[in-house]
């Protein structure tokens, strides 16, 4: 009893606190699975009324294959495999027509041959389709379909003359549960995924701010360097670090309040230019003076050489937010938009949050 109780905490007990986790960190996902379970329940009255099974009888099953396969996270992905599905079907569907039609002319012995060879040729070609990176990139689901639906339909036509009603219940069908997976993704609770990417990429900028701002005090409080070298660079890093990790929230406030700054040229951004400036005449005169070692001054000087590269950068992304707000027609507002509490974050968090890239689903 005792080894099935820990087998019973370290299983069972375990996955639950996993999901509750999973849970709490996005509640979109158990909506999500809310939804995936309707979208299934509707399209099972296909077959648990009597009326709508003799319409379909034993084909209803594509509709609930294909709202499993085509019900993503996002409107946006549900949608592109719901137009590949279709597409394929409905293309493949009439290749298979024709390829019956051919091979009934050639009569009983030819038939099976030529319906093998078209099997062969058509599922070949398509597979070698798919290793085009153009093609893989957003076809690659559609091909697949398409090689499916055209060996199915294509096989099953020999023992069974009714090719066209084959192919049009399958059309049928897979748009039943294209249709059905669509209503429930788009009506409740929607995930757009350009919101999605908005948002990441506001959230990384005012991670990558934070670290800015406390990577000065975090550097120099631990690099061995003589205190005289520390003392002259010590100043402008820090204000590098400070305005730039500004500037790079404010962006990122702006981003998510989908406004935009009435100036042209962010103060934060200014503000670093100018000590990035006082910085780069430092590195040319002063560090070279009362006879360092290079070894002494290259950890320092390093850490300086790549700050007054983060200036340039942080400088182009905030003229980059300020022209896709212009274009986007975000609301104007006044410079300055975050606040002093938001602006003066401890050192610590330089090692808080994690920077995703925006963009997988």
Known sequence: MAIIGRLWEKGVVEIAKKAKKMGEDDPRRIIHSLKVGLALTLVSMFYYFRPLYDGFGVDAMWAILTVVVVFEFSVGATL????????????????SVGAHRMATLS???????LLASSVFLVAGIVTFMRFYPALKARYDYGLMIFILTFCLVTVSSYRDN??????????????????????????????WMGSELH?????????????????????FGSVETPDEIKSKIQEPCTKICSES??????????????????????????FS????????????????????????????ASVASHLIGVVSCVEKLAEAANELASLAHFNSMEASTVSPEQQQQPAHLLHQGTVVPGLRR
């Open 80 to 95: 592109g495999k719901c137009l590949n599905r279709m597409a394929a079907t409905l293309v493949a569907g009439a290749l």
């Open 107 to 113: 009569g009983g012995i030819g038939e099976p041959i």
């Open 162 to 191: 009714e090719v066209l009603k084959i192919a049009h219940e399958r059309l049928s069908t897979v748009a039943i549960g294209c249709g059905t997976a669509m209503a429930v993704c788009v009506c409740i609770c929607p995930v």
């Open 199 to 219: 948002n990441s990429v506001a959230n990384n900028l005012e991670k990558v701010g934070n670290s800015l701002q406390g990577f000065g005090g975090e550097y």
């Open 245 to 270: 990790g500004k500037a790079l929230k404010e962006v990122a406030v702006a981003m998510r309040k989908w406004t935009r700054s009435t100036s042209a040229i962010c103060p934060h951004v200014t």
């Open 273 to 300: 230019r100018k000590a990035s400036e006082d910085l780069k005449s430092m590195l040319k005169t002063a560090l070279w003076e009362n006879g360092y070692y290079v070894l002494d001054i290259t950890p320092a």
